[in-house]
């Protein structure tokens, strides 16, 4: 049988009290915590020759190395910690927080209604001002109302030119029924509507070419309307009579017969009348519209010469 006491002989407290640290650290753990004796305080007791030696008391475990990580093979990774990031967060926040509040303080306060967008007056960008020139006045001529009384003119004409011819029947008549009776006859025939018509076209012509001009131009060229007038009542009377059925020297024997018929000199002479009498009232209207277009002249050329005015609400 073998000796207990030489198994503790042939250990030493250097090299196997880790190793019996470590087997008794596997099997109970409080005995870790409990407090190692040093090995010569062991060997200082006397052995007992018939009691088992109790077993030697592992030395103080050694401190454990500390784990080193393997280096990496690549950059640096630099992490931030959750302290430095909060930090940072804290700070752009506070950031933001100012910018609101001096956002803020540079809008004005309005009343807030639902549904209700205040209007953001807007400027107008600067830039050049232009200002329209007055349009100048358009003379106003005197044509139309000349026409009119031209128009005019000619049913005074006719009714003249029908008393005259009326008179004429009845100076180579009886009786008045026999001077009716041919007067009746006159006015039917182109000799009565043909001068009056062509008394209108002279006038109307003379009116047109005239306009705002003084009475004496319907006096030196009521000649012409006369004239006019006059070929019109020759043409008439071979209109009445169907001349293109007359050979030749009827028709000149005819025609020389009218010259001094008492109805184409009638019919002239009243032609050259009437223009005299309606002129002057044309030739005044002229000289009205003549003043104001004088007076819209000097209006313009004053606005002209005063220049653009501002005018205030």
Same mark, same amino acid.
């Given at each position: 049988?073998?000796?207990?006491?030489?198994?503790? %002989?042939?250990?030493?407290?250097?090299?196997?009290?880790?190793?019996?640290?470590?087997?008794?650290?596997?099997?109970?753990?409080?005995?870790?915590?409990?407090?190692?004796?040093?090995?010569?305080?062991?060997?200082?007791?006397?052995?007992?020759?018939?009691?088992?030696?109790?077993?030697?008391?592992?030395?103080?475990?050694?401190?454990?190395?500390?784990?080193? =990580?393997?280096?990496?093979?690549?950059?640096?990774?630099?992490?931030?910690?959750?302290?430095?990031?909060?930090? #940072? +967060? =804290?700070? @752009?926040?506070?950031?933001?927080?100012?910018?609101?509040?001096?956002? +803020?303080?540079?809008?004005?306060?309005?009343?807030?209604?639902?549904?209700?967008?205040?209007?953001?007056?807007?400027?107008?960008?600067?830039?050049?001002?232009?200002?329209? =020139?007055?349009?100048?006045?358009? @003379?106003?001529?005197?044509?139309?109302?000349?026409?009119?009384?031209?128009?005019? =003119?000619?049913?005074?004409?006719?009714?003249?030119?029908?008393?005259?011819?009326?008179?004429?029947?009845?100076?180579?008549?009886?009786?008045? $029924?026999?001077?009716?009776?041919?007067?009746?006859?006159?006015?039917?025939?182109?000799?009565?509507?043909?001068? +009056?018509?062509?008394?209108?076209? #002279?006038?109307?012509?003379?009116?047109?070419?005239?306009?705002? #001009?003084?009475?004496?131009?319907?006096?030196?060229?009521?000649?012409?309307? +006369?004239?006019?007038?006059?070929?019109?009542?020759?043409?008439?009377?071979?209109?009445?009579?169907?001349?293109?059925?007359?050979?030749?020297?009827?028709?000149?024997?005819?025609?020389?017969?009218?010259?001094?018929?008492?109805?184409?000199?009638?019919?002239?002479?009243?032609? %050259?009348?009437?223009?005299?009498?309606?002129? $002057?009232?044309?030739?005044?209207?002229?000289?009205?519209?003549?003043?104001?277009?004088?007076?819209?002249?000097?209006?313009?050329?004053?606005?002209?010469?005063?220049?653009?005015?501002?005018?205030?609400?």
């Amino acid at each position: 049988m073998s000796d207990p006491t030489s198994d503790e %002989r042939n250990t030493t407290p250097e090299t196997d009290a880790p190793t019996a640290a470590y087997q008794r650290s596997e099997t109970d753990p409080t005995d870790q915590a409990a407090p190692s004796e040093p090995a010569h305080a062991a060997a200082s007791v006397p052995a007992d020759e018939s009691a088992p030696a109790p077993l030697a008391e592992p030395a103080a475990s050694a401190p454990a190395a500390p784990v080193v =990580a393997p280096e990496p093979v690549g950059e640096p990774i630099s992490y931030e910690t959750p302290t430095a990031v909060s930090a #940072g +967060a =804290a700070h @752009e926040d506070a950031q933001v927080v100012t910018q609101d509040q001096a956002t +803020a303080e540079h809008v004005p306060a309005t009343d807030y209604t639902p549904g209700y967008t205040p209007a953001v007056p807007v400027q107008a960008p600067a830039g050049p001002i232009y200002i329209q =020139a007055p349009a100048p006045p358009v @003379e106003k001529g005197n044509r139309g109302a000349g026409v009119l009384l031209a128009l005019l =003119a000619t049913v005074v004409y006719a009714i003249v030119y029908a008393l005259v011819a009326f008179g004429i029947a009845g100076a180579g008549s009886g009786s008045v $029924a026999d001077a009716a009776a041919k007067f009746s006859d006159f006015i039917v025939l182109p000799v009565f509507y043909v001068p +009056a018509v062509f008394f209108f076209i #002279g006038f109307s012509l003379l009116v047109l070419i005239v306009n705002r #001009g003084g009475w004496w131009a319907y006096v030196l060229f009521g000649f012409l309307v +006369a004239v006019i007038v006059y070929f019109s009542y020759i043409g008439a009377a071979l209109l009445t009579v169907q001349a293109w059925t007359f050979t030749p020297s009827e028709a000149v024997r005819f025609i020389t017969a009218q010259w001094l018929s008492p109805y184409a000199i009638a019919a002239a002479i009243v032609a %050259r009348e009437v223009p005299i009498w309606f002129g $002057a009232w044309i030739a005044r209207r002229g000289r009205t519209v003549t003043a104001r277009n004088a007076a819209a002249k000097q209006d313009y050329d004053r606005r002209l010469a005063e220049g653009p005015q501002l005018s205030r609400p």
